[in-house]
């Protein structure tokens, strides 16, 4: 073997395992089977070393399940519809498309060094025909099944892109694009029935013990289960149809405490004002600049019209609350209507305080004699507090108790009723822009809102749009956008709105199943390769993404594309942490941070500088960022150190949970690290076969430890701890006494427990100590119970109390000898100094006590 070349080992090995299909999954019922995924890229040109490690991660778990006879699969796509194509397309000119596929071209270039044991063959674009055509099908079959409905909604709506924005587009009031000032614009949009699964979404969450805890809490949180009364204030002064106010509220306990009523700016009563009023109207105009989310909403100035209504209050008809309409209620929680209780909320009291309500408190802390009114008291529901306007019964009780209690009240005297409701709300899929999947339905005049025929699909985008001007290019096709009505043949127009992109990747993982099938599935291989057995991807899309997939799971099932068992479609979640770098800067004239990338600076002992010597600002361990040009090129470290260095150290660093700093000098350890290990296969290849083996046992015991240690690890997720293992069992081979059989048995078996890790590296080694066929398939190591069991034991050696030595025994030695071997210790010789020993305790296997 000549030294270690990465450049030239690395191709070598990657020809070899495509021209032998290794990676490529096949269906074999005789095997079982593993499906491990990792979240799919957005193709926006480059890698970068957190996708390196997240696709590592996957590999090590792929290659391993493959060595242990599993049927891998194990594939790669690309989440490729979304604004940033389209922005690209405005400001460089060109079309999506191109910017898109030639981006893929790219990233799938820098993939493939990496050596990742990806089936290349099942690869997809969610932006090709093929692929969102047959989500276009799943969308007919979801509107027939009742899971998808149009309806009126309020949007984020920028007025000069003229395009609704999702709410993480929308910053500090305005659009993360245009700049422009965002509205709430009421429009016509398509949801799914996502609302339909919420009590389901929910209690699964209990069965998904191989998850993150945290993010099992997020979604609960998100989908936001809540017991609560449902009740109705009679209106006073009303127009006719507005007779009563429906309102739902989590305290009605404190319902006593009412001194205002309040509805959204978009509730029917505020609408029905808003036309007869100019004040109101201008005041609903002013809301509707505002914010759309809940935590903005909850920031902002809370602001107020009295509308001079008033309703009477349930539980004493006499007393008559003002009608508020408030910018800080929405009508996509609850019923958009809501009494204020300022005593006991924050936003309330805050609302009262600056138009002058009363804040009339309901209850005080146990044991208070009266409430402090300079500020709100919200105590936790389980804390016991002292109610002292009680709508059932005054007495100390927990919230819990109080509310219970309210509901039963309630529901006695007529006036309302328990219910139970969820925060979750339905999915508004609409996007109005081009680079989407299109909506598959049309507008026809007589017929109303018609599916596409499915033999019709895909409705394909078209390519010959232009970008010149803002909003949706589809409203300015005429020869796509007008077409024949596909169930009376008249003339009608297409839906130009486009899916969200999170429809796009809320399945990708069942078609890969099947990417090449003429339906969404292909049941057979659905039923054999899901669900998904090992997920992994960032706390980013804790909530979002994996709620709306595991609604689209339930969704399919019920359209005829999953088996039953598919429903939770991974079993199990790894959510890893960010790779990390620092960041170098100078600064200008004005001050402002001017930032420098890592191979324009030169470290030493005292600290960084530019290649010129001027000095640079240090801000250590931050996300990579291209902005910020704290980034590290894979392609760079692949050309300086090969792929499995990068794998390793990315491996190595730290718990796969946790943020990793890359450093250069941790690349350039890991490489010496791995030319010790090749400089050592050598050393063994070349032994003389007569080599004494009087370390033949001990060098077996360091191999089947290290086999269990790895094994566990990669089970575990604890890659660093298995790469620390192999560190050991490296060491061990380096100074065993064995003899060349046991020596080359030991590399091929090290080899094989560093193939997920470095598997380039691995299939030279293999080959050099005479392994068959290629390392990447051969059968995973298994340790021998027997050598993992430890025939002797070291005991600490303590001398009134105090440790004072050690000595390593068979673990079936007799006291009397493990007595006479202590005191002939040197340290227990040099400690005792001549004094009488009055008492020596034996305590097998586990401390020798020594009394003087």
Same mark, same amino acid.
């Given at each position: 073997?000549?030294?270690?070349?990465?450049?030239?080992?690395?191709?070598?090995?990657?020809?070899?395992?495509?021209?032998?299909?290794?990676?490529?999954?096949?269906?074999?019922?005789?095997?079982?089977?593993f499906?491990?995924?990792?979240?799919?890229p957005?193709?926006?040109?480059?890698i970068?070393?957190?996708?390196?490690?997240?696709?590592t991660?996957?590999?090590?778990?792929?290659?391993?399940?493959?060595?242990?006879?599993? *049927?891998?699969l194990?594939p790669?796509?690309?989440?490729?519809?979304?604004?940033?194509?389209?922005?690209?397309a405005?400001?460089?000119?060109?079309?999506?498309?191109?910017?898109?596929?030639?981006?893929?071209?790219?990233?799938?270039?820098?993939?493939k060094?990496?050596?990742?044991?990806?089936?290349?063959?099942?690869?997809?674009?969610?932006?090709?025909?093929?692929?969102?055509?047959?989500?276009?099908?799943?969308?007919?079959?979801?509107?027939?099944?009742?899971?998808?409905?149009?309806?009126?909604?309020?949007?984020?709506?920028?007025?000069?892109?003229?395009?609704?924005?999702?709410?993480?587009?929308?910053?500090?009031?305005?659009?993360?694009?245009?700049?422009?000032?965002?509205?709430?614009?009421?429009?016509?949009?398509?949801?799914f029935?996502?609302?339909?699964?919420?009590?389901?979404?929910?209690?699964?969450?209990?069965?998904?013990k191989?998850?993150?805890e945290?993010?099992?809490?997020?979604?609960?949180?998100?989908?936001?289960k809540?017991?609560?009364?449902?009740?109705?204030?009679?209106?006073?002064?009303?127009?006719?149809?507005?007779?009563?106010i429906?309102?739902?509220?989590?305290?009605p306990?404190?319902?006593?405490?009412?001194?205002?009523?309040?509805?959204a700016?978009?509730?029917?009563?505020?609408?029905?004002?808003?036309?007869?009023?100019?004040?109101?109207?201008?005041?609903?105009?002013e809301c509707?600049?505002?914010?759309?989310?809940?935590?903005?909403?909850?920031t902002?100035?809370?602001?107020?019209?009295?509308?001079?209504?008033?309703?009477?209050h349930?539980?004493?008809?006499?007393i008559e609350?003002?009608?508020?309409?408030a910018?800080?209620?929405?009508?996509?929680?609850g019923?958009?209507?809501?009494?204020?209780?300022?005593?006991h909320?924050?936003?309330?009291?805050?609302?009262?305080?600056?138009?002058?309500?009363?804040?009339?408190p309901?209850?005080?802390?146990?044991?208070?004699?009266?409430?402090?009114?300079?500020?709100?008291?919200?105590?936790?529901?389980?804390?016991?507090?002292?109610y002292?306007?009680?709508?059932a019964?005054?007495?100390?009780?927990?919230?819990?108790?109080?509310?219970?209690?309210?509901?039963?009240?309630?529901?006695?005297?007529?006036?309302?009723?328990?219910?139970?409701?969820?925060?979750?709300?339905?999915?508004?899929?609409?996007?109005?822009?081009?680079?989407?999947c299109?909506?598959?339905?049309?507008?026809?005049?007589?017929?109303?809102?018609v599916?596409?025929?499915?033999?019709?699909?895909?409705?394909?985008?078209?390519?010959?749009?232009?970008?010149d001007?803002?909003?949706?290019?589809?409203d300015?096709?005429?020869?796509?956008?007008?077409?024949?009505?596909? *169930?009376?043949?008249?003339?009608a127009?297409?839906?130009?709105?486009?899916m969200?992109?999170?429809?796009?990747?809320?399945?990708?993982?069942?078609?890969?199943?099947?990417p090449?099938?003429?339906?969404?599935?292909?049941?057979?291989?659905?039923?054999?390769?899901?669900?998904?057995?090992?997920?992994i991807?960032?706390?980013?899309?804790?909530?979002?993404?994996?709620?709306?997939?595991?609604?689209?799971?339930?969704?399919?099932?019920?359209?005829?594309?999953?088996?039953?068992?598919?429903?939770?479609?991974?079993?199990?979640?790894?959510?890893?942490?960010?790779?990390?770098?620092?960041?170098?800067?100078?600064?200008?004239?004005?001050?402002?941070?001017?930032?420098?990338?890592?191979e324009?600076?030169?470290?030493s002992?005292?600290?960084?500088?530019?290649k010129?010597?001027?000095?640079?600002?240090?801000?250590?361990?931050?996300?990579?960022?291209?902005?910020?040009?704290?980034?590290?090129?894979?392609?760079?470290?692949?050309?300086?150190?090969?792929?499995?260095?990068a794998?390793?150290?990315?491996? *190595?660093?730290?718990?796969?949970?946790?943020?990793?700093?890359?450093?250069?000098a941790?690349?350039?350890?890991?490489?010496?690290?791995l030319?010790?290990?090749?400089?050592? *296969?050598?050393?063994?290849?070349?032994m003389?076969?007569?080599?004494?083996?009087?370390g033949?046992?001990?060098l077996?015991?360091?191999?089947?430890?290290?086999?269990?240690?790895?094994?566990?690890?990669?089970?575990?997720?604890?890659?660093n701890?298995?790469?620390?293992?192999?560190?050991?069992?490296?060491?061990?081979?380096?100074?065993?006494?064995?003899?060349?059989p046991?020596?080359?048995?030991?590399?091929?078996?090290?080899?094989?427990?560093m193939s997920?890790?470095?598997?380039?590296?691995?299939?030279?080694?293999?080959?050099?100590?005479?392994?068959?066929?290629?390392?990447?398939?051969?059968?995973w190591p298994?340790?021998?119970?027997a050598?993992?069991v430890?025939?002797?034991?070291?005991l600490?050696?303590?001398?009134?109390?105090?440790?004072?030595?050690?000595?390593t025994?068979p673990?079936?030695?007799?006291?009397?000898?493990?007595e006479?071997?202590?005191?002939?210790?040197?340290?227990?010789v040099?400690?005792?100094?001549?004094?009488?020993?009055?008492?020596?305790?034996?305590?097998?296997?586990?401390?020798?006590?020594?009394?003087?």
């Amino acid at each position: 073997m000549s030294r270690y070349t990465p450049s030239e080992i690395e191709p070598k090995w990657q020809t070899e395992w495509d021209a032998a299909g290794v990676f490529t999954a096949k269906v074999d019922p005789s095997k079982p089977k593993f499906y491990v995924l990792e979240m799919f890229p957005y193709p926006s040109g480059r890698i970068h070393m957190g996708h390196v490690r997240n696709y590592t991660m996957g590999d090590v778990v792929a290659r391993t399940k493959l060595a242990q006879g599993f *049927s891998v699969l194990h594939p790669m796509g690309w989440d490729a519809f979304g604004m940033p194509a389209e922005n690209a397309a405005m400001e460089q000119g060109g079309h999506p498309g191109t910017w898109t596929y030639n981006n893929i071209d790219v990233m799938r270039g820098q993939m493939k060094p990496l050596g990742l044991s990806i089936d290349w063959s099942r690869e997809f674009a969610t932006c090709d025909p093929e692929y969102y055509g047959q989500q276009q099908a799943m969308f007919i079959d979801m509107l027939e099944a009742g899971l998808v409905y149009r309806k009126n909604a309020v949007v984020n709506w920028d007025p000069v892109d003229m395009t609704v924005l999702a709410n993480e587009q929308v910053e500090n009031g305005r659009g993360w694009r245009s700049g422009a000032l965002v509205e709430r614009r009421e429009l016509t949009q398509w949801f799914f029935k996502i609302s339909d699964y919420s009590d389901e979404l929910l209690s699964a969450l209990d069965g998904l013990k191989d998850w993150p805890e945290k993010v099992r809490l997020m979604q609960a949180n998100w989908i936001g289960k809540s017991q609560g009364l449902q009740f109705s204030f009679e209106t006073v002064n009303a127009p006719a149809g507005f007779e009563q106010i429906e309102v739902y509220t989590t305290r009605p306990d404190t319902l006593w405490g009412a001194s205002f009523a309040a509805i959204a700016a978009e509730h029917p009563l505020a609408k029905a004002l808003e036309a007869q009023n100019p004040e109101i109207a201008a005041f609903i105009a002013e809301c509707r600049k505002g914010g759309t989310t809940a935590e903005e909403i909850e920031t902002a100035e809370k602001v107020g019209f009295d509308t001079g209504l008033r309703v009477r209050h349930p539980l004493d008809p006499s007393i008559e609350l003002p009608v508020w309409i408030a910018n800080f209620i929405l009508m996509d929680y609850g019923t958009g209507a809501i009494f204020g209780c300022p005593a006991h909320d924050q936003r309330d009291f805050e609302f009262a305080t600056k138009y002058g309500l009363s804040i009339p408190p309901v209850f005080v802390a146990e044991g208070a004699e009266e409430a402090l009114l300079s500020e709100p008291f919200v105590p936790a529901k389980s804390e016991r507090v002292r109610y002292v306007r009680n709508v059932a019964g005054a007495e100390v009780k927990t919230g819990e108790q109080g509310i219970l209690d309210a509901i039963a009240l309630a529901e006695e005297k007529g006036f309302g009723k328990g219910v139970t409701k969820f925060r979750l709300r339905d999915w508004g899929l609409s996007r109005q822009r081009y680079w989407g999947c299109p909506i598959p339905v049309v507008h026809c005049a007589a017929c109303g809102v018609v599916p596409e025929k499915k033999e019709n699909l895909p409705i394909e985008l078209p390519k010959d749009v232009s970008f010149d001007q803002p909003g949706n290019p589809l409203d300015r096709h005429p020869t796509w956008r007008d077409c024949a009505c596909p *169930s009376c043949g008249a003339p009608a127009r297409r839906e130009t709105d486009t899916m969200d992109t999170f429809v796009d990747s809320s399945w990708y993982y069942a078609r890969f199943t099947a990417p090449r099938a003429t339906t969404p599935t292909d049941l057979a291989e659905a039923d054999y390769w899901m669900n998904v057995d090992q997920y992994i991807g960032g706390i980013e899309h804790a909530i979002l993404h994996l709620l709306y997939s595991r609604f689209f799971a339930r969704a399919m099932h019920k359209t005829g594309h999953l088996p039953a068992k598919a429903i939770e479609p991974f079993n199990a979640l790894f959510t890893q942490g960010m790779v990390t770098h620092e960041i170098y800067l100078t600064r200008d004239a004005n001050g402002r941070p001017i930032y420098h990338l890592p191979e324009d600076i030169i470290r030493s002992e005292t600290g960084a500088t530019l290649k010129d010597g001027s000095p640079v600002e240090l801000i250590p361990s931050a996300k990579m960022s291209k902005s910020k040009k704290n980034v590290v090129d894979p392609m760079n470290i692949i050309a300086s150190y090969g792929a499995d260095t990068a794998r390793w150290f990315v491996m *190595s660093d730290s718990p796969p949970e946790r943020d990793v700093e890359w450093t250069a000098a941790g690349a350039d350890a890991t490489f010496k690290h791995l030319n010790r290990v090749w400089n050592l *296969s050598v050393k063994v290849a070349e032994m003389d076969e007569g080599t004494a083996g009087a370390g033949d046992k001990d060098l077996a015991k360091a191999v089947a430890r290290a086999t269990e240690d790895v094994t566990r690890a990669i089970e575990g997720f604890a890659f660093n701890k298995g790469i620390a293992a192999l560190y050991g069992l490296t060491n061990a081979i380096a100074k065993a006494e064995a003899s060349a059989p046991a020596m080359r048995q030991a590399l091929r078996d090290l080899a094989k427990l560093m193939s997920p890790f470095t598997p380039h590296l691995s299939e030279s080694i293999w080959a050099a100590q005479g392994g068959e066929g290629l390392c990447a398939i051969a059968a995973w190591p298994k340790a021998d119970p027997a050598l993992l069991v430890d025939d002797e034991v070291t005991l600490p050696i303590q001398i009134n109390g105090k440790r004072r030595g050690e000595i390593t025994v068979p673990k079936d030695m007799p006291a009397s000898e493990v007595e006479k071997i202590a005191l002939a210790n040197e340290d227990v010789v040099r400690f005792l100094n001549g004094q009488p020993v009055k008492k020596l305790i034996v305590v097998p296997g586990r401390i020798v006590n020594v009394v003087i």
